[in-house]
């Protein structure tokens, strides 16, 4: 599959199809999900980074339990928004899953969301660092979905 942008994405989904947010880490990937009208992302779950088809499976594994009909996979370009070999990682990843799940993808901008994510854990919910470990990443697939779902357009 290609990739698309977030509103060509969008137009390509049946109707009550969500979407699966993915905050790929190098150890763990983050999932997030969003509800049936794309309005609200809610953390998934964490899985560990292994070989790519046994992520893609799961992923459609979710897709069929969940009604999930695309991606939005977080890249973290640069903080100066330029393109480096970080994000042609990520691009690429979200390719080949995109590929091998059938489901279409875009990439959003991630930069800084584990950060933010990680700040709002310890400020707001002073939770330790190995419980933050065990939930950062969903969350900040979670920040990166809703930051995708806010800049759709509405009917």
Not at 51 to 57: D, I, R
Request: hydrophobic share 45%; net charge neutral; with cysteine.
């Amino acid at each position: 599959m290609a990739l698309f942008n977030l509103t060509d994405l969008a137009a390509t989904l049946a109707r009550e199809a969500r979407l699966l947010g993915i905050d790929p880490g190098r150890k763990q990937v983050g999932l997030a999900m969003s509800d049936v009208s794309r309005m609200v992302a809610t953390p998934l779950e964490t899985v560990k980074r292994g070989k790519l088809g046994a992520m893609a499976e799961h992923i459609r594994a979710l897709a069929v339990k969940h009604g999930i009909g695309g991606m939005v996979v977080g890249i973290p370009l640069s903080l100066d928004g330029s393109f480096g070999p970080a994000a042609q990682a990520s691009k690429d990843w979200a390719t080949a899953l995109s590929e091998q799940t059938g489901l279409p993808v875009c990439l959003w901008d991630e930069r800084l969301s584990s950060s933010a994510v990680n700040r709002m854990l310890i400020q707001e919910a002073d939770l330790s660092r190995s419980k933050r470990n065990e939930v950062v990443d969903q969350l900040a697939a979670a920040y990166i979905l809703q930051a995708a779902l806010d800049c759709l357009p509405r009917d």
